[in-house]
């Protein structure tokens, strides 16, 4: 586990940008936080540091965006999903049991049954010290993504 706080957007671009570069094809990345905690700007800069060109905005309606990168990111949002019996209908399955690519989830934990056996689970709280103030709690779940986790904290030199 690993524990960070960004005082800014910047910062949490910042990190988004260190997990794009440290993260491996076939990941699947849970994210977890209030409305308006960070997921999706997390999301926006990780995508861009993995080569994708053009907007990037929170599939809420639609729920899942794909862009081309590097490699296909893959970018579910949950928040208007009112049953898990829907994930199957979206292909949510497909993409997260062996992705292809990269995957992201925000909202991951109104489904928690429904999330890959392997993850890395990245939860955003809001601190009362101030308003632009995140706390990210990153958990690898499954050999590799721990090591992933392990190498990430090693290059994050912000935020203790
Ligand atoms: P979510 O997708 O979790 O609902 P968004 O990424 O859409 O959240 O919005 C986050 C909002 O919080 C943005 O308006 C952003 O500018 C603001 N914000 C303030 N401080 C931070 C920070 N440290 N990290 C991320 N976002 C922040
Ligand atoms: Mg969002």
């Not at 960070?4 to 936080?33: D, N, R, W």
């Not at 965006?65 to 949950?78: K, M, T």
């Not at 995957?103 to 999330?115: G, H, N």
Request: net charge negative.
């Amino acid at each position: 586990m690993f524990t960070c706080m960004t005082k800014s957007p910047a910062e949490t671009a910042k990190l988004a940008e260190l997990v794009g570069q440290t993260i491996h094809e076939g990941t699947v990345l849970c994210l977890e936080g209030d409305l308006g905690a960070g997921k999706t700007l997390f999301v926006q800069s990780f995508a861009h540091t993995l080569g994708v060109e053009g907007e990037v905005t929170s599939p809420t309606f639609n729920l899942m965006n794909i862009y081309e990168g590097i490699c296909p990111i893959v970018h579910f949002d949950l928040y208007r999903l009112e049953s898990e019996d829907d994930l199957e209908e979206i292909g949510f399955y497909e993409y997260t049991e062996d992705p292809d690519g990269i995957v992201v989830i925000e909202w991951a934990d109104k489904f928690p049954e429904a999330m890959p056996e392997e993850f890395v689970r990245v939860q955003i709280e809001r601190t009362p010290v101030n308003e632009e103030e995140r706390r990210f709690i990153l958990t690898g779940i499954g050999e590799r993504n721990e090591k992933f986790v392990k190498e990430l904290a090693d290059r994050v030199t912000f935020g203790y």
